[in-house]
Structures are given as structure tokens and as C-alpha cells.
């Protein structure tokens, strides 16, 4: 199984879940089409405006790039390989609007031309013939065409298909087997038959009760009915021309992609919640397989002592992770707010969590269920939150700047104290192992060591930055930090002076940093998409991991030092192995 994350492409092996990267795209990967012997796959990205977007050939078995094709502007929006894989068809995005035929042994385009008329809209779908390589069709807003290559003068010839009194935005297209009849889903909710030969619409269906959201993908069986994913995230299996469903399923998000195995006696469905379904045909009931945050995560944390789950936060959701199995344990979804920030009580009976509504929620690890709500805790949302290691109170840190002590009891949750010096967001909190310090980072460009005993400021460091996190040395006598400026400074507890300074990274700032239990090693990520291992003492990078295509927020090494695990702006969790340094 193939599917992108990010800038790569992740091949996945059904049975044994272990995963093989191909790494070549510098942006996030629009398109993935498999030739139809299995031996090529090809891929197109996102670029910039007015920059070159990427096509790379990739040879499947080597799992190695054989070839990159730059031609399209700005985005590669579809692909797709002839059936005895002599070509290459590629559709540009809606700033490039143009279709180009490659050469696939030869590794160079053919020709090309403008994909749509000057008086319809943007051809967003492009497929290949089933049984001839010279032809093929593109379709999108008011727009269907069958092409055919003229190889000798090196020209692709359009002729437009007409649906009638019928205007639709097409959103997928499906070959007949024999080639004489095309099959266009669109955004109304039917599905339009079209003749190869006449390029006329023969029929469409339903008429009476379209597809909710429209109809999204779209796949024929050799019974003669279909399959029909919607945009509102419903799976059909329909009946004939009429498409009267017959059964169906509910999936979470809209259905982006499905796909048949072998005879089609199982298929697979991914949808825009970034869920992968697998269904039997027969039974025609929905397994998840894999499941992954859909918006940028905000916060890893791993129980005390435990390398083999970890919780993450992102969006309107905690999941907590299996690391062996790779797979999701518990989804906790608050509607309508984001999560900031997560720790996992060190007695393991509870999760908190910080929210942007101002509110700290505190939750069951096994269950999910809500254990209590602080209210109104800030009041321009929590940023951050850490707790003592005696499990009885919490540190809370807030979007206006103040740090705020709670006494957490079995019945009740009461304010022990406000510390108002920061002016504003805190990013980062961490206590002290004897529970009578924290030290609190924050965006005003101070960091604070306060005494939450006597709740008075003990130190303070200053720096020309944004502080987005800190760790403290495990003998707990120097404090390392790091923020908007890239530079990693390393701090005295006893007076706050700073100790040295290294360079961090080349471009962007760092979100996130975690030291070993020994103090000898730490990790850092941010904005260069890098994660770096430092040796602490030298102050020099050891081991770089390239592979997140988004910003990293956040990193922490597993209790054990068996995996780091690096969380994204784009959703991506990534298990790394950690090095072995002997």
C-alpha cells in the first residue's frame, strides 16, 4: 500500500505493517499513480507560486528515483500511466493548466498542451485509456475531453465531449475495461456515462437521490455495479446504471481514495480525516488500519518509566499511541477547541491537558473519560502546563504571560498562587525533580526560575529571542534553552548567567528539545524540519534525521533511549530509531 505523508511516499506492507520511505520531493506530495504491471510509480508535489513542481519516476522493486521531470508550474494536480507503461500522462495545477505526455523510457516529455478550452474551467483529473497508450481523458469544471497522441508529429489532439443540458464540476473519472464507455463522478452527487467513440453522454444516474457532498471516487467492478465514495464519507455499493445502493458504510472525514486488491475481493478507502479503511467485499464492513492527526500536533509527552506509548495532542485531540504496533489506543476529542499542551500525571492515573479556551482538562489514561475542568484558569488560553512529581499540583502557564500554581485534591482544584512577571506567552514549563522550582520559558524573551514554596522569583535569564523551550541538566545545575534566535544557550541555575552559546540550526527557529536521563546526549527540532542529536557536553551535532516535510513542534526521547519521536506542523508523527553511540 501507497500513500504520501508530507514529502515522502510511504510504501506500507499489508501484512507485516513495516513501512519503506522514498524521500526526493522538497514539498508536500500532491499525487501517487502505480503503473499498471507494478514496476513504476510516479509522483508529483506542491511548489510555490511560479516555481517548478516535481514529477519523480520511482522504480518500485529497487524503491529508488529513476528520473525528475520538471515542467508544470506551482502544482502537479493528477497522473497517470498508460496501460503497457510507454507513457507518462501528467495535469498541472490551476496556475499551470496545461497536460504533458512523457516518454517514460526515455525519461522526456513528448508534447503538451493547454489541458482545457479558454471558455471552460480548470482540468483537475487525468486518465488513461485501458487498452490503447495513445489515448486518454481529462476532466474538471465543465470540462471533459478525450485526447489522442499523434506520435510521429509529436502533437496531442483534444475533442470535447458534450453532456447535454447537464453542467457539472467533475471530481473522478473511471475507464470500462473494454474502453468503450468512460464513467465521470462530479460534485452534484451522479454519475455521468460517457461513449469513448461519439463523445456523447449516454446516460446518468441516480437521478432522484444524488450522493451527499458529491461523489468523490469512484470504482467499477467486473460485475457490472460499482462503488461509490462520497465527499460526506459514505461507501456504496450501487447497482447497476440506476446506482441504487445496495449496501453501504460510514466512514469518518470525506472519502479521498479508494482502492481495489487483487480481484477486488478487498479495498481500501482513505478519507480527508487522514483514516485508511480496509473492507472485505463480502461482509463489506470497515477495519482502520492506520489513522494519523489531520492538523498540526502540538505536544508529545511518554508516561513516566514507559517507552512503549506516548500521547500526543493536535487540533480538538489527545490520542495516546502503542509504539510496538504502531497503532492508536485512545482518542479523546474535545469539538471546537485546540489543545495545546499535555503531561501525563507520574503516578500514571491521569493525563491533563491545556486548551485555548482557558480551561485545563484532566482525563482517564485507560478510558478517556473526564476526570475534572479547571474553568477560566487564563485568560487568553493555557500555553503550557507541567506537574510536581508528588502528583499534587499543577503548574499552568497562560497566552498572558502569568504562571499559575494549583493544589490538585481527589474532590477539588484550588488556586495556590498567581506569579505575574512574564508579559507574555509562556511556551514551556519544567519542574524540578525535589518539586520546589520550575523554571518557565516565555515568548517575551525571559526565562524565570521560580521558588514554588515561597512563590518568589529566584533567577532570570535574558536573551534577544523568543524563548520556545528549555530543559533542565538532570544533575539540575545548568538549564539549556532555545527559541526564535537558533541559538542554544546553556544557563547557571545558581547566579543565571549564561555558560555558552552554540548555533542551533541555519534557517528557522527551534520549537523543541529533550535530554537524555543521563545528561550526556539531547535532541532538538524546529523550523529546518531536522532532527538534530547533540552531545551536551562538546555542544556538537552527532546525528542529523531527515524525513518531517512540516515544522517540528516538538521531540522527546522515549524513557529507555530506544526511539526519539519527533511531532510535525503537518501532522506527522515519526519514530526514530535512537543511535547507537558506542
Known amino acids: 500500500m501507497l500513500y504520501p505523508l508530507g514529502c515522502t511516499v510511504v510504501i506500507q506492507d499489508l501484512d507485516s505493517k513495516k513501512q519503506v520511505f522514498l524521500h526526493g520531493h522538497t514539498n508536500n506530495v500532491s499525487c501517487v499513480v502505480v503503473?499498471?504491471?507494478?514496476?513504476?510509480?510516479?509522483?508529483?508535489?506542491?511548489?510555490?507560486?511560479?516555481?517548478?513542481?516535481?514529477?519523480?519516476?520511482?522504480?518500485?522493486?529497487?524503491?529508488?528515483?529513476?528520473?525528475?521531470?520538471?515542467?508544470?508550474?506551482?502544482?502537479?494536480?493528477?497522473?497517470?500511466?498508460?496501460?503497457?507503461?510507454?507513457?507518462?500522462?501528467?495535469?498541472?495545477?490551476?496556475?499551470?493548466?496545461?497536460?504533458?505526455?512523457?516518454?517514460?523510457?526515455?525519461?522526456?516529455?513528448?508534447?503538451?498542451?493547454?489541458?482545457?478550452?479558454?471558455?471552460?474551467?480548470?482540468?483537475?483529473?487525468?486518465?488513461?485509456?485501458?487498452?490503447?497508450?495513445?489515448?486518454?481523458?481529462?476532466?474538471?469544471?465543465?470540462?471533459v475531453?478525450?485526447?489522442?497522441?499523434?506520435?510521429?508529429?509529436?502533437?496531442?489532439?483534444?475533442?470535447?465531449?458534450?453532456?447535454?443540458h447537464l453542467r457539472r464540476v467533475v471530481t473522478c473519472v473511471e475507464m470500462a475495461d473494454d474502453d468503450s464507455y468512460f464513467y465521470i463522478g462530479t460534485s452534484s452527487g451522479d454519475v455521468l456515462k460517457m461513449n469513448t467513440n461519439s463523445k456523447l453522454m449516454t446516460d446518468f444516474g441516480p437521478q432522484k437521490k444524488m450522493f451527499s457532498l458529491g461523489v468523490t471516487t469512484l470504482v467499477l467492478l467486473k460485475t457490472g455495479n460499482s462503488i461509490v465514495g462520497?465527499?460526506?464519507?459514505?461507501?456504496?455499493?450501487?447497482?447497476?446504471?440506476?446506482?441504487?445502493?445496495?449496501?453501504?458504510?460510514?466512514?469518518?472525514?470525506?472519502?479521498?481514495?479508494?482502492?481495489?486488491?487483487?480481484?477486488?475481493?478487498?479495498?481500501?478507502?482513505?478519507?480527508?480525516?487522514?483514516?485508511?479503511?480496509?473492507?472485505?467485499?463480502?461482509?463489506?464492513?470497515?477495519?482502520?488500519?492506520?489513522?494519523?492527526?489531520?492538523?498540526?500536533?502540538?505536544?508529545?509527552?511518554?508516561?513516566?518509566?514507559?517507552?512503549?506509548?506516548?500521547?500526543?495532542?493536535?487540533?480538538?485531540?489527545?490520542?495516546?499511541?502503542?509504539?510496538?504496533?504502531?497503532?492508536?489506543?485512545?482518542?479523546?476529542?474535545?469539538?471546537?477547541?485546540?489543545?495545546?499542551?499535555?503531561?501525563?500525571?507520574?503516578d500514571g492515573k491521569s493525563i491533563i491537558s491545556a486548551w485555548n479556551d482557558g480551561t485545563i482538562r484532566a482525563f482517564t489514561p485507560e478510558t478517556g473519560q473526564p476526570m475534572y475542568v479547571v474553568n477560566h484558569a487564563h485568560s487568553l488560553g493555557v500555553m503550557a502546563i507541567a506537574a510536581t512529581n508528588d502528583c499534587k499540583r499543577i503548574i499552568s502557564g497562560?497566552?498572558?504571560?502569568?504562571?499559575?500554581?494549583?493544589?490538585?485534591?481527589?474532590?477539588?482544584?484550588?488556586?495556590?498562587?498567581?506569579?505575574?512577571?512574564?508579559?507574555?506567552?509562556?511556551?514551556?514549563?519544567?519542574?524540578?525533580?525535589?518539586?520546589?522550582?520550575?523554571?518557565?520559558?516565555?515568548?517575551?524573551?525571559?526565562?524565570?526560575?521560580?521558588?514554588?514554596?515561597?512563590?518568589?522569583?529566584?533567577?532570570?535569564?535574558?536573551?534577544n529571542t523568543l524563548f520556545k523551550c528549555l530543559c533542565y541538566h538532570p544533575e539540575e545545575y545548568q538549564v539549556i534553552t532555545s527559541g526564535t534566535d537558533r541559538k542554544i544557550g546553556y544557563w547557571e541555575v545558581f547566579d543565571g548567567s549564561v555558560?555558552?552559546?552554540?548555533?542551533?540550526?541555519?534557517?528557522?527557529?527551534?520549537?523543541?528539545?529533550?535530554?537524555?536521563?543521563?545528561?550526556?546526549?539531547?535532541?532538538?527540532?524546529?523550523?529546518?524540519h531536522l532532527v538534530k542529536l547533540w552531545d551536551y557536553k562538546g555542544g556538537a551535532v552527532t546525528h542529523v534525521g531527515v524525513g518531517h516535510s512540516g515544522n517540528i513542534t516538538r521531540l522527546k526521547i522515549c524513557p529507555g533511549k530506544k526511539n526519539i519521536v519527533s511531532v510535525s506542523a503537518d501532522g506527522a508523527i515519526l519514530l526514530w530509531k535512537y543511535p547507537d553511540l558506542h
Open 398 to 463: 497562560g497566552g498572558e504571560g502569568q504562571v499559575r500554581v494549583w493544589e490538585i485534591r481527589e474532590m477539588t482544584q484550588k488556586l495556590t498562587e498567581v506569579l505575574k512577571e512574564h508579559i507574555s506567552a509562556v511556551s514551556c514549563i519544567k519542574v524540578k525533580k525535589d518539586d520546589r522550582e520550575c523554571v518557565t520559558a516565555s515568548l517575551d524573551g525571559t526565562c524565570i526560575i521560580w521558588d514554588i514554596v515561597r512563590f518568589v522569583r529566584k533567577q532570570m535569564f535574558l536573551a
Open 230 to 346: 462520497t465527499g460526506e464519507g459514505i461507501v456504496a455499493l450501487c447497482k447497476g446504471s440506476d446506482y441504487q445502493v445496495m449496501k453501504k458504510i460510514q466512514v469518518q472525514g470525506g472519502v479521498t481514495s479508494l482502492t481495489c486488491r487483487g480481484q477486488g475481493h478487498q479495498f481500501f478507502i482513505g478519507t480527508n480525516k487522514c483514516q485508511i479503511y480496509r473492507v472485505n467485499y463480502t461482509e463489506f464492513k470497515e477495519e482502520l488500519i492506520a489513522a494519523c492527526h489531520n492538523e498540526a500536533v502540538h505536544d508529545i509527552v511518554f508516561p513516566f518509566g514507559i517507552s512503549d506509548l506516548f500521547a500526543t495532542c493536535s487540533g480538538n485531540d489527545i490520542r495516546v499511541w502503542h509504539t510496538p504496533e504502531n497503532r492508536e489506543l485512545l482518542r479523546i476529542v474535545i469539538p471546537n477547541v485546540t489543545c495545546h499542551a499535555i503531561e501525563i500525571m507520574r
Open 35 to 143: 503503473s499498471r504491471d507494478g514496476v513504476y510509480v510516479a509522483s508529483g508535489e506542491v511548489a510555490f507560486m511560479g516555481f517548478k513542481a516535481d514529477i519523480i519516476l520511482w522504480h518500485f522493486q529497487r524503491k529508488e528515483l529513476l528520473a525528475r521531470l520538471s515542467l508544470h508550474k506551482g502544482r502537479v494536480e493528477g497522473l497517470a500511466f498508460s496501460p503497457n507503461n510507454l507513457y507518462l500522462i501528467s495535469l498541472g495545477g490551476q496556475d499551470d493548466g496545461s497536460v504533458v505526455v512523457w516518454h517514460v523510457d526515455q525519461r522526456e516529455a513528448i508534447c503538451g498542451s493547454p489541458a482545457s478550452a479558454q471558455n471552460s474551467g480548470n482540468a483537475t483529473v487525468v486518465v488513461c485509456s485501458r487498452c490503447r497508450d495513445e489515448m486518454f481523458v481529462t476532466a474538471g469544471n465543465n470540462t
Open 499 to 528: 555558560i555558552r552559546e552554540v548555533e542551533g540550526s541555519a534557517s528557522g527557529s527551534i520549537n523543541g528539545m529533550d535530554i537524555t536521563s543521563d545528561g550526556a546526549f539531547f535532541v532538538t527540532g524546529g523550523d529546518d
Open 145 to 164: 475531453r478525450v485526447w489522442e497522441l499523434d506520435l510521429p508529429n509529436r502533437k496531442i489532439r483534444p475533442a470535447e465531449c458534450r453532456t447535454g
